[in-house]
């Protein structure tokens, strides 16, 4: 089984902090995606990478950046948190042989006082 | 660009009713597309994709190119099928999805 670990199920934070969303997989995919769940709104995909340090944006990338240093490893970096950017954080992975089937992690449900 | 949309945010129907979860897409080639399930304290997980043609546990959904629209479908509900419900567009150099905005499926006994 396919298993995407994010490292952090709850946060709280206060605004302007730095916050770090961790996700680890371990099959080996290269594709590896974070998006952002909110209720009547879906999912809003903010970064996506197709291989280690190769990034693209995404549909809403603005007060976000990531990382990917290692293939089974991508982070989410919120520089400056902002109130609005309270939300559950979903990342994701897949393998370019199985286009469109992604391989959901648990969330990190992030609260920004 | 591309879009999914997804006219019911909530959707109730009686155990044992048919249920038609309702996915409309705007996509200049030719479009992939998948729903996806979340089930209550559970991650999201693939139900089914449209190339395969498949049914998964009593799902169907067939991709209409002439009215774009790719609608989920089940005879007879039952109370397990209780979830949201995501259509997904795949695209880009990733095939990364586009998500509609979702229908909270409740089934009632």
């Known amino acids: 089984d396919v298993k995407v670990t994010q490292s952090s199920r709850y946060l709280v934070k206060r605004t302007g902090e730095k916050v770090f969303l961790e996700c680890v997989q371990d099959?080996?995919?290269?594709?590896m995606f974070w998006y952002r769940q909110d209720p009547g709104l879906g999912l809003r995909l903010i970064y996506f990478?197709?291989?280690?340090?190769?990034?693209e944006k995404g549909d809403i990338p603005e007060g976000y950046s990531v990382s990917r240093e290692k293939k089974e490893r991508f982070s989410l970096i919120l520089e400056s948190a902002s109130t609005n950017q309270t939300s559950m954080y979903l990342c994701?992975?897949?393998?370019?042989?199985?286009?469109?089937?992604?391989?959901f992690g648990e969330g990190s449900r992030l609260t920004v006082l | 660009a591309q879009r999914v949309t997804q006219p019911e945010k909530l959707l109730s129907v009686f155990k044992g009713a048919p249920v038609e979860l309702k996915c409309n897409y705007s996509?200049?080639?030719?479009?992939?597309l998948f729903w996806y399930v979340q089930y209550s304290r559970q991650r999201l997980q693939l139900l089914l994709r449209?190339?395969s043609r498949e049914s998964i546990k009593g799902f169907t959904a067939d991709l209409n190119k002439g009215e774009t629209s790719f609608h989920l479908k089940k005879p007879f509900a039952q109370e397990e099928d209780s979830a949201m419900y995501y259509c997904?567009?795949?695209?880009?150099?990733?095939?990364?999805?586009?998500f509609g905005s979702g229908t909270q499926l409740t089934v009632l006994p």
């Open positions: 994701a992975s897949s393998s370019p042989l199985q286009a469109g089937e992604l391989f």
């Open positions: 099959m080996d995919h290269e594709n």
């Open positions: 990478s197709y291989d280690v340090k190769m990034k």
């Open positions: 996509y200049s080639g030719s479009p992939e």
């Open positions: 449209h190339i």
């Open positions: 997904a567009l795949s695209s880009g150099s990733a095939r990364q999805l586009t």
